[in-house]
């Protein structure tokens, strides 16, 4: 894969005319009287503020109720949406022109202040914002000192030129800027509707700037968003009503979806792969994703805070029997933080890879000796991961690897998404199931991830050598001097184990055949409901 967006010396100019994304119907195409789509998503939201989202099933809803400068194709590669054209002669200081007919909910027009007011907003430390770290990653400037209380928000470096002309400046240049702007941290929100009230995130209250509007939620039951007449392309959006319905249990949405309650669904059973293909051809997909499934240990307290503990529990993971035996469904053995499909990136093969799983639980057992446990006193821990299916069969999967190869006693514990993202944000866990897809496609949305100061840090790593070789990357000129200090950083993640990589993703889903414009190679899994039609059947 290469970088969406490429940059030299030139300016770069990119026209809408030819590359806006909506729904594309072949002529011919005979399209269902219904246009009603029902979409899974694993989990209740915890928030529709695109500054407070943190997670998957709330950034699917809010892609749909707002729209950021720039968008992402079928392929991942960068297309317009508010912005028709951007431009930079440094790679430093980036020049947006937005579209004059982009509206709000309301009506009213979206303007380059609408971004400066929202990406302000984001750093502002009173929106206690989980995704603040974003700006500071691109390199936005002032953003990690407002981040920080050592700066006032308007410092931030971004500027209104006029009402359709956005300005910002970055701390360093970084020629995969504009890939970021596609992020939710940077969609817009109108001032007035989030100052009007608490609740301006309910029906009837939130104003986005998205293809749809909130019409219906119902907690832990549905989600119903219906089109915006006043979004610039409406004209090309086909479904005319998308329900998203949260359910946490795999095997749950699986069957509705059997049943014809749902037309895709965000998983499924990895212990029904065959079964589905065999009973549903054509309707299973498993394509690779830019994604990472690992385990985060606590480094700052309890008997992970011990190196030799980590890297022991890690050794003993056998990840080439999870991704054979316990999911099958073709993720890939995770040796390395950082996927093997990212861009730009060429690991170097990891010890762990290149030694039998007997040779590492033989190491592993040296080192909890060493660490003080044994026979005469076992290590004792809580796994906690967030309720579903999959994750408990690997949780159950893992603790019989660590309690058969290493006497822990390990006591498993499930939480629902909220409570089980306020134990990961406060600490609350020793060992706690994470992922990690990537927010763009470059090793560093993996790697920066364990930097001391980046708020998705679950396992508190603070290591003076690794933020120093990631900041090094940072100002590299070439991809090879890159991909050397994200090795070097590899390196140092294998040896400390911060976190416990265990498996590649895979983008597994199922989708019924009349669903038509699902993006379903996109690396990132990016999805708009305002591409996707549904055939007559």
């Known amino acids: 894969m290469k970088h969406s967006v490429s940059v030299t010396c030139c300016a770069l100019l990119v026209s809408s005319i030819s ?29 529709l503020d695109p500054a407070k989202a943190v997670g998957l099933p709330e950034i699917q809803v809010i892609r749909d109720l707002f729209e950021g400068l720039v968008n992402q194709n079928e392929k991942g590669e960068i297309v ?31 303007t380059a202040q609408d971004f400066v007011y929202s990406w302000q907003r984001l750093v502002d430390p009173k929106t206690l914002s989980p995704f603040a770290w974003f700006a500071a990653l691109a390199g936005i400037n002032n953003a990690q000192a407002i981040i920080d209380g050592k700066a006032a928000p308007d410092q931030l470096g971004v500027t209104a030129v006029d ?13 995969w800027f504009v890939n970021l702007t596609a992020n939710f941290a940077f969609f817009p929100v109108q001032k007035a509707n989030v100052e009007s009230s608490k609740e301006w995130t309910k029906p009837g209250n939130l104003i986005g700037n998205g293809a749809y509007v909130l019409k219906e939620r119902v ?7 219906v089109p915006n007449t006043h979004y610039w392309d409406n004209a090309k959006t086909v479904l005319q009503k998308v329900t998203f319905l949260p359910i946490n249990q795999e095997s749950a949405a699986t069957k509705r979806y059997l049943a014809g309650d749902i037309d895709i669904t965000e998983s499924f059973p990895k212990n029904m792969y065959q079964k589905l293909l065999k009973d549903i051809p054509g309707q299973v997909y498993t394509p690779p994703q830019l994604g990472t499934y690992y385990y ?43 996927p093997d499909v990212t861009a730009g990136f060429t690991p170097e093969p990891s010890p762990f890879e290149q030694m039998s799983q007997e040779e ?45 190869n290493l006497g822990v006693d390990v006591k498993l514990q499930n939480q629902e998404w909220k409570t089980y993202i306020d134990s990961r944000n406060t600490g609350n866990f020793d060992v706690i199931r994470a992922s990690w897809v990537g927010d763009y496609n470059e090793p560093s949305t ?26 090094q990357a940072s100002t590299e000129n070439t991809v090879k001097a890159r991909n050397a200090d994200y090795n070097t950083a590899e390196k140092i993640l294998m040896e400390q184990a911060p976190i416990a990589p265990i498996y590649q993703y895979t983008n597994g889903r199922l ?27």
């Open 360 to 404: 590492l639980n033989a190491q592993a057992k040296t080192l909890l000796s060493a660490a003080g446990y044994g026979p005469q006193k076992p290590l004792k821990l809580t796994l906690l991961y967030n309720t579903s299916e999959n994750h408990q069969k690997i949780a159950i999967a893992v603790a019989s690897m660590w309690k058969k």
């Open 446 to 471: 993996f790697l920066t991830l364990l930097t001391s100061t980046h708020s998705g840090n679950i396992s508190r790593f603070n290591n003076p050598a690794y933020d120093k070789v990631l900041a």
């Open 296 to 338: 985060a240990f606590n480094t700052q307290k309890g008997p992970t805070a011990d190196q030799r503990v980590r890297l022991a529990l890690s050794m003993t993971i056998d990840r080439r029997l999870m991704t054979e035996k316990v999911l099958g469904t073709g993720e890939k053995p995770a040796w390395h933080f950082t």
């Open 511 to 537: 989708i019924k055949p009349w669903l038509k414009g699902y993006p379903i190679n996109n690396p990132e899994d990016v999805a708009y409901s305002r591409t996707m039609y549904i055939v007559k059947h």
């Open 19 to 47: 590359l806006s994304y909506a729904a594309e119907v072949p002529s011919g195409t005979v399209l269902a009287e219904k246009q009603e789509l029902v979409r899974h998503i694993k989990d209740e939201p915890a928030s």
């Open 80 to 110: 317009p949406g508010v912005a028709t054209q951007w431009k930079s002669n440094d790679n430093r200081i980036w020049t947006f022109t937005l579209r004059d007919n982009a509206k709000w909910a309301d009506g009213t027009p979206v």
């Open 219 to 225: 907690v832990n039951e549905k989600l119903v968003v």
């Open 163 to 175: 009402t359709h002309t956005l300005k910002i400046q970055l701390d360093k240049p970084l020629p």
